[in-house]
């Protein structure tokens, strides 16, 4: 069998319908979580929302397919909010490591944008997502330590933060 090729590149409207059933198909039929497009008006204008300021989009692309999402949301003060960070099941894990590559290039896009904390939020469901979270430098913060400024999806109910080594 051949090696599969990741490439990790920023958004590019080519591919806005293919992130959208990515997300959509992990949410609703991995996880049941009962999130519909329209809950998700940032998914339609991932360049406004997501590549404003010191913000940006990635994807993980494997054959001209998208296995993978990942942006960071400028929300001020030198801080910004990991969202949408989602990897089809079957390139999840270590064979790929399409998580850490996604999560390396958030960070290094943030040092250079000197952003110094990235926070996130995310379900209790994502029992996986916690552990790789944490095995990469996050801590577990309560809802009140939050800053005014981040986004808080109604889906949301751990959250997490990384401070930005220089």
Same mark, same amino acid.
């Given at each position: 069998?051949?090696? =599969?090729?990741?490439?990790?590149?920023?958004?590019?409207?080519?591919?806005? %319908?293919?992130?959208? %059933?990515?997300?959509? %198909?992990?949410?609703?039929? =991995?996880?049941?979580?009962?999130?519909?497009?329209?809950?998700?008006?940032?998914?339609?204008?991932?360049?406004?929302?997501?590549?404003?300021?010191?913000?940006? /989009?990635?994807?993980?692309?494997?054959?001209?397919?998208?296995?993978?999402?990942?942006?960071?949301?400028?929300?001020?003060?030198?801080?910004?909010?990991?969202?949408?960070?989602?990897?089809?099941?079957?390139?999840?894990?270590?064979?790929?490591?399409?998580?850490?590559?996604?999560?390396?290039?958030?960070?290094?896009?943030?040092?250079?944008?000197?952003?110094? =904390?990235?926070?996130?939020?995310?379900?209790?469901? /994502?029992?996986?997502?916690?552990? /790789?979270?944490?095995?990469?430098?996050?801590?577990?913060?309560?809802?009140?330590?939050?800053? %005014?400024? /981040?986004?808080?999806?109604?889906?949301?109910?751990?959250?997490?933060?990384?401070?930005?080594? =220089?």
């Amino acid at each position: 069998m051949e090696e =599969e090729e990741i490439i990790i590149k920023k958004y590019s409207a080519e591919y806005k %319908d293919e992130i959208i %059933d990515l997300i959509l %198909d992990i949410q609703q039929n =991995e996880f049941q979580i009962p999130i519909k497009k329209e809950d998700q008006p940032d998914l339609n204008d991932i360049p406004n929302f997501y590549q404003a300021l010191h913000g940006n /989009f990635w994807m993980a692309i494997c054959n001209n397919r998208v296995v993978g999402t990942i942006s960071l949301r400028d929300i001020g003060n030198k801080q910004g909010a990991l969202r949408k960070m989602f990897v089809k099941a079957a390139y999840r894990g270590s064979s790929y490591n399409i998580g850490k590559l996604l999560l390396l290039n958030l960070i290094h896009w943030a040092r250079e944008h000197y952003i110094q =904390e990235i926070y996130l939020g995310t379900t209790e469901k /994502f029992l996986a997502a916690h552990r /790789f979270y944490e095995k990469n430098g996050f801590v577990q913060i309560a809802k009140a330590d939050l800053p %005014d400024a /981040f986004p808080i999806m109604k889906v949301d109910s751990r959250f997490y933060r990384l401070y930005i080594k =220089e």
